[in-house]
C-alpha cells in the first residue's frame, strides 16, 4: 500500500509538470503570434482620404495604395491647376508646392511663373 501512494504523487507531480510545460508552450505560442499580428496592424493602418474635389472618401494604408487613389489624386491636382481664374492663381500654385519636397520647389514654382506669364489673360 505505501508504495501504490507514493507511485501516485510522483504521477500527480509528474502530470502538473507536464501541463505547466503545456502551458507555457501555448503562452509562448500565443505571444509570438500578438506581435506578428500587433506588427500588421502598426504597419498596415488604413487612413480614409477624401481627394480635394471628390465626396468619395476611399481607405489607404501607410504602406500600400491602389490605383484608385493614384487616379483620383492626380485628377484632383489637374483640376487645381487648370480650374484657374486670376483671382485664384496664387492661391493654388501655393496650394500645389505645398505636396513638393523644398528642393523640387524652387524649380517647379520658376515653372508655374513661366507659365503664369506666358499665359495671357481672357477678355
Known amino acids: 500500500m505505501?508504495?501504490?501512494?507514493?507511485?501516485?504523487?510522483?504521477?500527480i507531480?509528474?502530470?502538473?509538470?507536464?501541463?505547466?510545460?503545456?502551458?507555457?508552450f501555448i503562452?509562448?505560442?500565443a505571444v509570438a503570434w500578438l506581435a506578428v499580428t500587433n506588427?500588421?496592424?502598426?504597419?498596415?493602418?488604413?487612413?480614409?482620404v477624401t481627394p480635394m474635389t471628390y465626396n468619395a472618401p476611399f481607405a489607404v494604408?501607410?504602406?500600400?495604395s491602389d490605383t484608385e487613389n493614384y487616379r483620383m489624386m492626380t485628377l484632383s491636382f489637374l483640376a487645381l491647376r487648370l480650374?484657374?481664374?486670376?483671382e485664384t492663381v496664387d492661391s493654388n500654385h501655393a496650394f500645389l508646392l505645398s505636396f513638393v519636397?523644398?528642393?523640387?520647389?524652387?524649380?517647379?514654382?520658376?515653372?508655374?511663373?513661366?507659365?503664369?506669364?506666358?499665359?495671357?489673360?481672357v477678355k
Open 83 to 86: 480650374n484657374v481664374s486670376p
Open 61 to 64: 494604408s501607410e504602406t500600400k
Open 13 to 24: 507531480i509528474a502530470i502538473f509538470i507536464l501541463s505547466l510545460t503545456t502551458l507555457v
Open 39 to 48: 506588427r500588421a496592424l502598426i504597419h498596415e493602418q488604413r487612413t480614409v
Open 27 to 29: 503562452l509562448a505560442f
Open 101 to 121: 519636397e523644398p528642393e523640387a520647389g524652387k524649380s517647379l514654382s520658376l515653372s508655374l511663373k513661366k507659365k503664369r506669364r506666358k499665359s495671357k489673360p
Open 2 to 11: 505505501e508504495i501504490s501512494a507514493r507511485n501516485s504523487s510522483t504521477k
